[in-house]
């Protein structure tokens, strides 16, 4: 019944202090695929720019993540989770430590881990496919504590493991655990210990964000019931809006884009986008429908009053890329046969990284695609989110980690 639906692997949470050349999270310092570095190299030959180097790793979908010159990737080996720390320059390993591991992909896609690891000053937290939360020291891999989120607050693992990173707010780990009185979770980043729980919602793999609701910060989630919106300090639920595909046997993972008190969610599956406008309490839908851009775990983009993303699935048919006005929805253009990628806004443009591998570069427009540059650069199928920090795009497929070099000389 579930041959056809894709594994799905996002993470990673928002850091208010991250420096301006790392890449600390899942979607980037500031959790939307922004990216502000400029003067980059977007003159490339003809085999696309070069790649400064390669490493070898095991299976997993967890995106890599950069901090202070150290490159942080979470794989399997075996029957081990490994995070390992790589030089980002020259691609040299630092440490590599182990945990061990049960998950089995029950459909045989992967065996993960599928959530990209948070890096919060000198500590990394990363998020096993079986549960397994752990926070490390970032200079030596020690660890400094660990629990199972799935056995402490009786969750189930849904159809593909655990894919929710956390996000820290207000000196607070949050993540959709999924149990019965602890949909979502708050712990402390010191010691994991658990601060408040709130919600019967099942987990999603949707990694949550943090914005600002109403001039105050709060953490958005896309859970399996949809929208929900925290206040941080003790739980209690601010906004929410039903928000799910119509068939059990589906998956919501793309992350919330929230915009001036608004957010846009994308879930496929014939339910699609809506966008919501929240204010004093209330939630309006400005619009919605499955036909603009409804992304079945690819997040899209926003480059000023336009999305820029794909409209489709990766287990059925093929998707497109689109351009859709952020506040109409309206088609601007549309790319067929673009495949699934995950979307980058960079120095003016945008960069895509394809599921087939390819490192696509094109404009920024709503008045058509016009592509820049393409090169093949890993193998299908990729499907952990690329970093890009200090000009140095680091992606990962099934076996290998890549390092290119979009500096200019």
């Not at 019944?1 to 692997?9: E, G, H, Q, V």
């Not at 070898?56 to 989770?81: I, K, M, N």
Request: charged share 20%; net charge neutral; proline share 6%.
């Amino acid at each position: 019944m579930l041959r056809s639906m894709l594994t799905l692997l996002t993470g990673g949470a928002l850091l208010a202090t991250a420096a301006g050349s790392d890449w600390p999270q899942f979607l980037g310092p500031t959790r939307d695929g922004q990216c502000g570095e400029t003067k980059l190299n977007w003159d490339w030959p003809p085999g696309g720019p070069p790649v400064a180097w390669t490493q070898e790793l095991g299976s997993g979908w967890a995106g890599p993540v950069v901090a202070g010159g150290q490159v942080l990737v979470f794989h399997r080996l075996g029957d081990d989770e490994v995070l390992a720390s790589l030089d980002a320059a020259t691609g040299r390993q630092k440490w590599a430590v182990k945990a061990p591991t049960r998950y089995r992909d029950d459909f045989n896609f992967d065996d993960g881990p599928r959530a990209t690891p948070l890096v919060s000053g000198d500590r990394v937290f990363t998020l096993g496919a079986d549960g397994r939360f752990s926070a490390r020291d970032r200079a030596t891999g020690q660890e400094l504590w660990a629990r199972n989120l799935l056995t402490d607050f009786r969750a189930g693992k849904g159809f593909f493991g655990v894919a929710c990173s956390p996000v820290l707010i207000d000196g607070k780990l949050l993540v959709n655990v999924g149990g019965k009185g602890a949909g979502v979770v708050a712990l402390d980043p010191a010691s994991g210990r658990e601060l408040w729980k709130a919600t019967d919602d099942a987990a999603s793999y949707s990694s949550p964000t943090v914005a600002p609701i109403d001039g105050k910060p709060a953490a958005v989630f896309l859970t399996r019931f949809g929208l929900r919106v925290f206040d941080p300090a003790g739980g209690k639920v601010l906004y929410e809006l039903p928000w799910r595909p119509r068939v059990n046997e589906s998956v919501q993972a793309a992350t919330p884009l929230v915009w001036n008190d608004e957010v846009f969610l994308s879930v496929s599956y014939s339910t699609g986008a809506v966008l919501a406008k929240l204010k004093d309490g209330e939630v309006g839908e400005l619009w919605s429908n499955d036909t603009s851009l409804s992304s079945q775990y690819n997040t899209p983009v926003r480059v000023g009053d336009y999305l820029y993303g794909v409209h489709g699935r990766a287990d059925v048919g093929t998707a497109k890329l689109r351009c859709v006005e952020w506040k109409t929805g309206r088609v601007m253009w549309s790319r067929d046969n673009f495949g699934v990628a995950w979307l980058i806004a960079v120095d003016g443009g945008l960069l895509a990284l394809t599921e087939g591998g390819d490192l696509v570069r094109f404009q920024a427009s709503p008045r058509g695609y016009t592509e820049q540059g393409r090169a093949s650069i890993l193998t299908r199928p990729v499907r952990a989110a690329p970093a890009l920090a200090d000009g140095r795009l680091f992606a990962r497929d099934g076996r290998k980690l890549v390092c290119v070099n979009l500096r200019r000389d």
